[in-house]
């Protein structure tokens, strides 16, 4: 058994857990729930979620219920609750039973509503939204009761069931919960529990209309599901008395709920709504595009579900906010893919080279090592040398300045796996760009080594210019300039931090013949690149598309190995 499967994680939530077993309060059991609002696609954040969610479950023997909290039908539809499902499944989760919505629960939520006004717990209100924000107060405001709070049960239920039945507009009055206008907790301040919204949804139809808030919806989902351990993000904390009220005053089955920090990540957003802004505006091309940092965007992009669940390992679970650095996700990408790559040369910006004493027309070809980083696997493919090749552009420079050890003028360099080349000389275009480069080649070096065991510094990657097979590469670039995207000044807009290289598409790049027989969702390392994906979705016909899922140059552990 590896020590993965040995360990057991903990942290405080498992802390907590023990001690609920150990006290009995939930006769032991585990049960937890994932409750999306299906207003967007789910994001890096929503897997820390997931993964914190289904792995108590599977630690403890439990289980985990699919919950979409679906109590805004303005926001709210078929298309987020479908792709929330393949999220969740893809990264490697599977709910318990059937998935289940708050708005299977709207009758039994309108019968908790009813028995708390019969208990003289919640009123109806006439004030507008407004009047109500405003008679709330604020931290340092106390608030100020409505005029309407002592009405008697008798016309609470009157008015609560001609609400229900559509009598009244929409807005015009809520259901309010009668709890402490002075409480230092503004959550305590009389919440409101139902609104007057004429809305369709996406599974009621117009069947109502009112509808619940989360808060009461939420707690009173959890506690109809059996669930025992509801966790949810730090914002959530000021809820948990409100949580508890409602529960404690309805008298039911009463959840735990436990507070742990959000996964903030650098360079990036974690937010539906500003994740939709980009997608309706057209700025990134949709929900997975694969420079967003939603679950589908990083599935496309072409990173894989084990390197997801890693990084939520990773970063782990705590109470207090903080910033995870993108290049600790790219770092633990880079960990997943390298052992399982095979490594193939592909050059991204073609600058033809030719070997002027290389035999025109022949052809010498070569058995080299998928992965030449692992002693225990030994597929090879067949790489051919001809007269012409390709080289990166960038590995050719005419007048190379100190430690460039690349090709040059009168420079020997490796061409890898393949032999020696000496540059003689370069062909260059009217505004004196270079177009060729001529080199000789050392007929004794075939195989990549000196025959007098001369040293050459540099070794470049290279493809036939006559075997090979073209593709385009979308190469990317973080999607926002700045660390913390959100973080503009007042009259300023998250989206004026965008950065306008994100994506560049190359096209006629030179792959190995023997990619012909790649596959679309095949991953491979592309040497002294980076690792890229052959995206399914844009492979058509025999155009290959692949995206880059990494570069090599690993920043994060540069920094994190020093000293
Ligand atoms: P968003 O603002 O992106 O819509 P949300 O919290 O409103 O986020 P929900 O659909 O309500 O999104 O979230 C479902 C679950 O995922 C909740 O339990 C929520 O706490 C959790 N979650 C959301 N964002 C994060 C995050 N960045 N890190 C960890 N958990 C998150
Ligand atoms: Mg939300």
Known sequence: MSENEETKTTNFITEIIEEHNETGRFDGKVHTRFPPEPNGYLHIGHAKSICLNFGLAQQYGGKTNLRFDDTNPLKENIEFVDSIQR???????????????????????????????????????????????????????????????????????????????????????????????????????????????????HRTGDDWCIYPTYDFAHGQSDSIEGITHSICTLEFEDHRPLYDWYLHNLEIHHPQQIEFARLNMSYTLMSKRKLGVLVNEGIVDGWDDPRMPTIAGIRRRGVRPEAVRDFCDRIGVAKTNSVIDYALFQHTVRQDLDPICKRVM??????????????????????????????????????????????????????????????????????????????????????????????????????????????????????????????????????????????????????????????????????????????????????????????????????????????????????????
Not at 444 to 453: E, F, K, R, T, Y
């Open 87 to 201: 999220d969740v499944q893809w990264l490697g989760f599977q709910w318990d039973g059937e998935v289940l919505y708050a708005s299977d629960y709207f009758d039994q939520l309108y019968e908790f509503a009813v028995q708390l006004v019969q208990a003289g717990k919640a009123y109806v209100d006439d004030q507008s939204a407004e009047e109500i924000r405003e008679q709330r107060g604020s931290l340092t405001k106390p608030g100020v009761n409505s005029a309407y709070r002592n009405r008697s049960i008798e016309e609470n239920l009157d008015l609560l069931k001609r609400m229900r039945a559509g009598e009244f507009e929409d807005g015009s009055r809520v259901l309010r919960a009668k709890v402490d206008m002075s409480s230092p907790n503004v959550n305590m301040r009389d919440p409101i529990m139902y609104r007057i919204l004429r809305a369709d949804h």
């Open 346 to 563: 592909a050059v991204l910006k073609p600058l033809k080279l030719v070997i002027d004493n290389f035999p025109e027309r022949e052809e010498i070809d070569f058995k080299v090592d998928y992965f030449r980083h692992d002693n225990e696997r030994h597929e090879t493919r067949k790489v051919v040398l001809t007269k012409e090749v390709y080289i990166e552009e960038d590995d050719f420079m005419e007048e190379p300045p100190p430690k460039y050890f690349r090709l040059a003028p009168g420079r020997e360099v490796r061409l890898m796996n393949a032999c020696l080349v000496t540059c003689t000389g370069v062909v260059k275009d009217g505004d004196g760009k270079v177009v060729e480069i001529h080199c000789r080649y050392d007929p004794d070096s075939l195989g990549g080594q000196a025959p007098d065991g001369r040293r050459v510094k540099g070794t470049l990657h290279w493809v036939s210019a006559e075997k090979n097979v073209d593709a385009t590469v979308n190469l990317y670039e973080n999607l926002f300039t700045v660390e913390n995207p959100s973080d503009v000044p007042e009259d300023g807009d998250f989206r004026d931090n965008l950065n306008p290289n994100s994506k560049m598409v190359l096209e006629g790049v030179k792959l190995e013949a023997e990619m012909a027989q790649a596959d679309p969702g095949d991953r491979y390392q592309f040497m002294r690149q980076g690792f890229f994906y052959l995206d399914p979705e844009s492979t058509v016909g025999n155009k290959m598309v692949f995206n880059q899922i990494v570069p090599l140059r690993d920043s994060w552990a540069k920094i994190n190995q020093k000293g």
